[in-house]
């Protein structure tokens, strides 16, 4: 496994992914720990915990997730997107709408190039940012709305992918398919987290932000 610097106090944080991690922000504005740049998913939520816990440590949050973004979709954009940037902390989520496309016929993409395309990615970032601390998210789904057991086999085999793939860049995994499976085992309905079975509800992002942030950020820091 590879040895890289984490800072305990990143300073520039930088969420990257599809439409869950977009949700509905304003891409024409590039401010940090704005709102409106944040959009209104886990990612804002995050934020919001973040700027709380750390009012002394000067945080910088930016979004760039873009709605219907797969692996190569972040390649093509990841100089200016990411390593302009500069982050500190690199929070990534993306690989549903690899699976998702390649079922509706619009993508052929495979498990075998979603690793090749998304491992390639990781190393261009730890060549790039060699002090950047990585944390890849667990796609995940809910089978409701448009998820059927059509989406199983192939999901489970790309959702092992990328924790694999978080094993060998020395990234910190944050487990949200997990987490959905397991607050669905307590008698909810899968469509009160993610009511199409892929973009989380208001509900949906908060859990999603809570799991992220303990498992980034543990134990957590309170100001005093």
């Not at 890289?4 to 509905?24: C, E, K, Y």
């Not at 993508?107 to 990585?134: C, D, I, M, Q, V």
């Amino acid at each position: 496994m590879l040895q890289v610097g984490m800072p305990s106090q990143p300073r520039v944080v930088l969420f990257q992914g599809d439409s869950i991690t977009d949700a509905g922000r304003v891409r024409g504005n590039q401010n940090p720990n704005d709102p409106a740049a944040m959009g209104r998913g886990y990612a804002f939520l995050a934020m919001c915990r973040l700027l709380a816990a750390r009012p002394q440590a000067d945080m910088l949050v930016y979004n760039r997730g873009i709605s219907g973004n797969r692996v190569p979709d972040l390649e093509a954009r990841w100089q200016r997107d990411c390593v302009d940037l500069k982050p500190d902390l690199v929070s990534i989520l993306i690989g549903i709408n690899d699976l998702w496309h390649r079922l509706g016929g619009s993508s052929h993409g495979t498990p075998k190039s979603y690793e090749t395309e998304f491992g390639a990615l990781l190393t261009r970032t730890r060549t790039a940012l060699p002090e950047a601390r990585l944390v890849l998210c667990e796609p995940f789904v809910l089978e409701t709305g448009v998820v059927d057991e059509s989406w199983s086999s192939e999901f489970d085999e790309r959702r092992a992918i990328a924790e694999s793939l978080a094993q060998r860049h020395a990234a910190t995994w944050v487990p949200f398919h997990a987490t959905f499976r397991s607050a669905v085992a307590r008698d909810t309905d899968p469509a009160y987290w993610a009511d199409d079975g892929v973009h989380p509800t208001p509900a949906g992002h908060q859990l999603m932000a809570d799991v992220w942030y303990e498992r980034v950020f543990t134990p957590p820091v309170h100001a005093v």
